[in-house]
Protein backbone atom coordinates (compact mmCIF):
# COMPACT_ATOMS: atom_id res chain seq x y z
CA UNK A 1 0.00 0.00 0.00
CA UNK A 2 1.77 3.05 -0.91
CA UNK A 3 2.14 5.85 1.57
CA UNK A 4 2.29 9.46 1.08
CA UNK A 5 6.16 9.31 0.96
CA UNK A 6 5.50 6.74 -2.16
CA UNK A 7 6.50 3.49 0.21
CA UNK A 8 5.12 0.15 -0.48
CA UNK A 9 3.04 -1.76 1.82
CA UNK A 10 6.18 -4.04 2.94
CA UNK A 11 4.29 -7.46 1.54
CA UNK A 12 5.96 -7.57 -1.92
CA UNK A 13 9.09 -9.23 -0.76
CA UNK A 14 7.73 -11.79 1.99
CA UNK A 15 8.05 -15.21 0.24
CA UNK A 16 4.78 -16.31 2.09
CA UNK A 17 2.70 -13.44 0.49
CA UNK A 18 0.11 -14.65 -2.32
CA UNK A 19 -0.48 -12.26 -5.01
CA UNK A 20 -3.28 -12.82 -7.03
CA UNK A 21 -3.71 -10.64 -10.05
CA UNK A 22 -7.46 -10.41 -11.45
CA UNK A 23 -8.77 -12.36 -8.74
CA UNK A 24 -11.54 -14.40 -8.94
CA UNK A 25 -13.94 -14.78 -5.23
CA UNK A 26 -16.75 -17.13 -6.59
CA UNK A 27 -19.19 -13.77 -6.10
CA UNK A 28 -21.14 -12.56 -8.85
CA UNK A 29 -21.23 -9.00 -6.79
CA UNK A 30 -17.55 -8.92 -5.79
CA UNK A 31 -16.09 -10.09 -8.95
CA UNK A 32 -18.05 -7.91 -11.27
CA UNK A 33 -16.09 -4.47 -8.86
CA UNK A 34 -13.07 -5.00 -11.03
CA UNK A 35 -11.27 -5.60 -8.00
CA UNK A 36 -7.16 -5.51 -9.68
CA UNK A 37 -5.14 -7.31 -7.23
CA UNK A 38 -4.93 -8.98 -4.14
CA UNK A 39 -1.79 -9.54 -2.07
CA UNK A 40 -2.09 -12.14 1.16
CA UNK A 41 0.20 -13.21 3.77
CA UNK A 42 -0.68 -14.18 7.52
CA UNK A 43 -3.40 -12.27 9.21
CA UNK A 44 -2.75 -9.36 6.87
CA UNK A 45 -4.55 -8.73 3.15
CA UNK A 46 -4.80 -5.92 0.73
CA UNK A 47 -6.76 -5.41 -2.42
CA UNK A 48 -6.09 -2.57 -5.23
CA UNK A 49 -9.90 -1.15 -6.62
CA UNK A 50 -9.23 1.31 -9.90
CA UNK A 51 -12.20 3.19 -9.54
CA UNK A 52 -14.09 3.53 -12.51
CA UNK A 53 -17.61 5.39 -13.08
CA UNK A 54 -20.03 2.72 -12.06
CA UNK A 55 -18.27 3.64 -8.42
CA UNK A 56 -18.71 6.78 -8.06
CA UNK A 57 -21.62 8.96 -6.50
CA UNK A 58 -23.76 11.73 -7.34
CA UNK A 59 -20.88 13.83 -6.18
CA UNK A 60 -18.09 12.27 -8.51
CA UNK A 61 -16.52 10.24 -5.73
CA UNK A 62 -16.48 6.92 -4.53
CA UNK A 63 -19.60 6.04 -3.21
CA UNK A 64 -19.72 5.10 0.25
CA UNK A 65 -20.74 1.42 -0.18
CA UNK A 66 -17.57 0.89 -2.27
CA UNK A 67 -15.01 1.83 0.83
CA UNK A 68 -17.69 -0.56 2.76
CA UNK A 69 -17.10 -3.72 0.37
CA UNK A 70 -13.34 -2.90 0.08
CA UNK A 71 -12.83 -2.97 3.61
CA UNK A 72 -15.38 -5.90 4.04
CA UNK A 73 -13.19 -7.97 1.80
CA UNK A 74 -10.39 -6.93 2.88
CA UNK A 75 -10.78 -7.68 6.70
CA UNK A 76 -12.86 -10.94 5.74
CA UNK A 77 -9.73 -12.13 3.87
CA UNK A 78 -7.25 -11.65 6.39
CA UNK A 79 -9.27 -13.41 9.16
CA UNK A 80 -9.13 -16.42 6.36
CA UNK A 81 -5.53 -16.28 5.29
CA UNK A 82 -5.03 -18.02 8.88
CA UNK A 83 -7.53 -20.46 8.84
CA UNK A 84 -8.43 -23.60 6.81
CA UNK A 85 -8.51 -23.64 3.26
CA UNK A 86 -12.07 -25.06 3.54
CA UNK A 87 -13.25 -22.60 6.11
CA UNK A 88 -14.88 -19.05 5.27
CA UNK A 89 -16.14 -16.29 7.16
CA UNK A 90 -19.69 -14.93 8.09
CA UNK A 91 -19.64 -10.53 9.07
CA UNK A 92 -20.97 -10.19 12.39
CA UNK A 93 -20.23 -6.65 12.55
CA UNK A 94 -18.79 -3.89 10.29
CA UNK A 95 -18.00 -0.65 11.17
CA UNK A 96 -16.42 2.27 9.13
CA UNK A 97 -15.21 6.06 9.83
CA UNK A 98 -15.15 7.62 6.54
CA UNK A 99 -12.43 10.27 6.48
CA UNK A 100 -11.83 12.16 3.55
CA UNK A 101 -13.20 11.16 -0.46
CA UNK A 102 -11.94 8.25 -2.01
CA UNK A 103 -10.53 8.92 -5.85
CA UNK A 104 -8.29 7.44 -8.62
CA UNK A 105 -7.09 3.59 -7.35
CA UNK A 106 -8.33 2.62 -3.78
CA UNK A 107 -6.12 0.27 -1.55
CA UNK A 108 -7.77 -1.57 1.52
CA UNK A 109 -5.67 -3.62 3.87
CA UNK A 110 -7.51 -5.97 6.53
CA UNK A 111 -5.08 -6.90 9.40
CA UNK A 112 -6.56 -9.50 12.09
CA UNK A 113 -5.87 -8.57 15.40
CA UNK A 114 -7.26 -11.80 17.13
CA UNK A 115 -9.07 -15.15 16.84
CA UNK A 116 -10.64 -17.44 18.37
CA UNK A 117 -11.98 -21.15 17.43
CA UNK A 118 -14.93 -19.29 15.51
CA UNK A 119 -14.51 -15.56 15.45
CA UNK A 120 -11.97 -13.00 14.63
CA UNK A 121 -11.45 -9.41 15.18
CA UNK A 122 -10.07 -7.81 12.31
CA UNK A 123 -9.08 -3.70 11.73
CA UNK A 124 -7.83 -2.10 8.10
CA UNK A 125 -7.61 1.19 6.07
CA UNK A 126 -8.53 2.03 2.70
CA UNK A 127 -6.14 5.10 1.16
CA UNK A 128 -5.97 6.28 -2.28
CA UNK A 129 -2.63 6.29 -4.54
CA UNK A 130 -1.35 9.21 -2.75
CA UNK A 131 -1.77 8.00 0.38
CA UNK A 132 -4.49 10.07 1.79
CA UNK A 133 -6.29 8.22 4.19
CA UNK A 134 -9.84 7.49 2.95
CA UNK A 135 -11.20 5.06 5.67
CA UNK A 136 -10.55 3.23 8.90
CA UNK A 137 -13.04 -0.10 9.85
CA UNK A 138 -13.13 -2.76 12.27
CA UNK A 139 -15.25 -5.83 11.45
CA UNK A 140 -16.23 -8.94 13.35
CA UNK A 141 -16.03 -12.37 12.05
CA UNK A 142 -17.68 -16.02 12.59
CA UNK A 143 -15.35 -18.79 11.28
CA UNK A 144 -17.76 -21.43 9.12
CA UNK A 145 -17.81 -24.20 6.41
CA UNK A 146 -20.10 -24.66 3.53
CA UNK A 147 -22.50 -27.39 4.28
Excluded at 19 to 43: K, Q
Excluded at 72 to 87: K, Q
Amino acid sequence: MPSRNGASSGLEGDSSVVVSEAPCFDSPFVDALGIERVTCSAGTCEVVLPLRSAHMNAWGIAHGGISMTLSDISLALAARSVADSDTGVLTIELKISFIQAGRGQLYARGRLLHRSAKMAYCEGEIVDGSGLLVAKSLGTFKYATKR
